[in-house]
């Protein structure tokens, strides 16, 4: 149904969402955001799903934004722009509000828009060889539609740490950022994923889903208004002159003008 996803349910309800791009490290494409969107629709409508465990296929767990979907934003025209950033952060937004647990099996490598989608997670438990970071400030862009779930998840003070200066951490960092909520070799991941989908299993769903939704209502306001912000914000870095240089420069396989020896 999904050409970037696939999705498995079990006999118990639960769901597990892989996204399907293994050769592209699992960025996310206009196609995957639409996906994405698409399939928090399906597992939030669908009575019986009781959890829904988010994860990538192969080495990746998701590399962020595809980068020739980036570029191809240098091209448009600002309400093309505005559309395309929106896309993502409707997505973003989708996944956060899910009516159902959503279990992060993060099994390698998240950076860019990859650590919004792990942010969305309620529970996320990687492996423990992944590395992630916020990376978009070296295209010079920055971590807009993703910033409201990945500062709702870290708190303002451990988000500073890494949200400006994209530099690479590992998974016990992470726990560190409470990004992640465990660490384990990968070989244990599906277990550790099992203790963490099986309590769930024997709670009211209808429950599951207000108390939820209470935790959104009581914790940072992410509401209309802060996903436009956050879309002009986006909009904004890919209609200045650092973002076209940046990603110009990764295509070219050469440094950005800004970039300094260290």
């Not at 996944?95 to 099994?107: C, E, F, R, W």
Request: proline letters at 5%.
């Amino acid at each position: 149904m999904f050409e970037t996803l696939t999705v498995e349910t079990d006999t118990r309800g639960v769901a597990t969402l892989s996204m399907n791009r293994p050769d592209k490290h699992n960025a996310m494409s206009a196609q995957m955001i639409a996906d994405l969107a698409a399939a928090a629709a399906q597992l939030g409508a669908d009575d019986a799903v009781r959890v829904v465990v988010l994860t990538g296929i192969g080495k990746s767990f998701c590399a962020g934004g595809d980068l020739a979907w980036m570029k191809d934003q240098m091209q448009v025209d600002p309400r093309t722009r505005a559309r395309e950033a929106g896309g993502l952060a409707r997505a973003l937004q989708a996944l956060n509000t899910l009516p159902k647990p959503v279990i992060g099996a993060i099994q390698g490598n998240a950076f860019g828009g990859g650590i919004g989608l792990v942010s969305i997670c309620d529970v996320a438990i990687g492996a423990d060889h992944l590395k992630m970071g916020l990376t978009e400030t070296r295209l010079g862009l920055i971590p807009a539609t993703i910033g409201p779930y990945v500062i709702a998840r870290m708190g303002e003070a451990k988000a500073r740490r890494v949200f400006m200066s994209a530099r690479l951490f590992g998974a016990e960092e992470a726990v560190k950022l409470d990004l992640l909520a465990g660490i384990v070799p990968a070989e244990q991941l599906a277990d550790a994923i099992e203790a963490e989908v099986v309590p769930y299993l024997s709670c009211a769903p209808g429950a599951v889903a207000a108390a939820k939704a209470l935790t959104r209502r009581l914790g940072p306001v992410i509401d209309d208004a802060t996903i436009e912000h956050t879309i002009g914000e986006l909009v904004a870095r890919w209609e200045g002159d650092e973002a076209p240089e940046g990603i110009d420069a990764f295509f070219a396989k050469r440094k950005p003008v800004w970039q300094r020896e260290s």
